[in-house]
Nanobody
Framework: QVQLVESGGGLVQAGGSLRLSCAAS????????MGWFRQAPGKEREFIGV????????SYAEFVKGRFDISKDNAKNTVYLKMNSLKPEDTALYYCAASPRTWTRPVPRRSTNDYRYWGQGTQVTVSS
């Protein structure tokens, strides 16, 4: 049974930082693209970024503009989202998701439809 468990969310002041974690189990972590998304109330789920399988790099949405960084630890089956210079508009429920390498989908995986497994989300609230 595949499980993705996010943690690390919370309340932070504008300009602050948070690091989210997503622990994966029940899957071959090294052969999955691990993505981060967020969803604010009344809005669609939005792509943030996704890991590479072949390297330690990641691809990001334009709005990230260098503020966010995605990393992974294959030994711990965990992917991280470090967020800096947070703004009130970053307030959302943050999700991690997993997409099998074997799926015939675009690379990088940017759409919610490209992902097979989802975590339950962790809330990030940025106060002004």
């Amino acid at each position: 049974q595949v499980q993705l468990v996010e943690s690390g969310g919370g309340l932070v002041q504008a300009g602050g930082s948070l690091r989210l974690s997503c622990a994966a189990s029940g899957l071959d972590f090294r052969n999955y693209y691990m993505g981060w998304f967020r969803q604010a109330p009344g809005k669609e789920r939005e792509f943030i970024g996704v890991t590479s399988i072949s390297s330690n790099g990641a691809s990001y949405a334009e709005f990230v503009k260098g503020r966010f960084d995605i990393s992974k630890d294959n030994a711990k089956n965990t992917v991280y989202l470090k967020m800096n210079s947070l703004k009130p508009e970053d307030t959302a429920l943050y999700y991690c998701a997993a997409s099998p390498r074997t799926w015939t989908r675009p690379v990088p995986r940017r759409s919610t439809n490209d992902y097979r497994y989802w975590g339950q989300g962790t809330q990030v609230t940025v106060s002004s």
